[in-house]
């Protein structure tokens, strides 16, 4: 069961949801803030058309986010299940980490032994060999915390940026577009 991509269109769409799911961390997990998080990726429906929809920039933007804007430590990452030609998009997606992160990703086949190696059975859901209930299960418990926070959720969906208002002399960063700083400020 890939509940992530029955419910996202695109990526942009998956990236939204991870964001979201940061934000329900923060708000709801004290766990996740204080011991940090492993990511566990199930790339079984993964297809040729997921990979098209990831352009270098969006790659490059989202894992910028998650090393260096995102306030979790990320103690490891997972991708299993993973189809013979999404090789190399994970290259490419390797290349993007740092050092230190790229040495916390591993890859599991089907088989998932490896997985069991790097996370205690305890914390691992049955679907995957573990001991800690089921993804329907955990579906069930997110469900009813994204209910108990769906006012906030909608109230922080109507702020964004005004880029009229932005100052006319700008620098492009390459990155994440026109930026600027105040260097001079005038007081009277």
Known sequence: MNVVLELCSSIEDVILLDVLLHDLLLIDDPYACINGVIYLVDLSCFSASHILQFYPSILKKSLTYME????????AMGL???????????????????????????????KLEHLKERIP?????????????????????????????RQFFQENSQFGVEEHLRPVKMINDGMYGMGGSFRKIDVD
């Open 80 to 110: 299993i299940n993973m189809p013979a030609f999404a090789e190399q998009f994970c290259n490419l997606f390797m290349s993007f980490l740092s050092k230190k992160l790229r040495q916390r990703v591993f890859f599991c086949s089907k």
């Open 68 to 75: 260096n804007s995102l306030p979790l430590r990320v103690k």
């Open 121 to 149: 059975l305890k914390y691992l859901p049955e679907d995957y060999g573990g001991e800690n209930g089921s993804l329907s299960n955990v579906c069930e418990d997110y469900a009813k915390t994204w209910d108990k926070y």
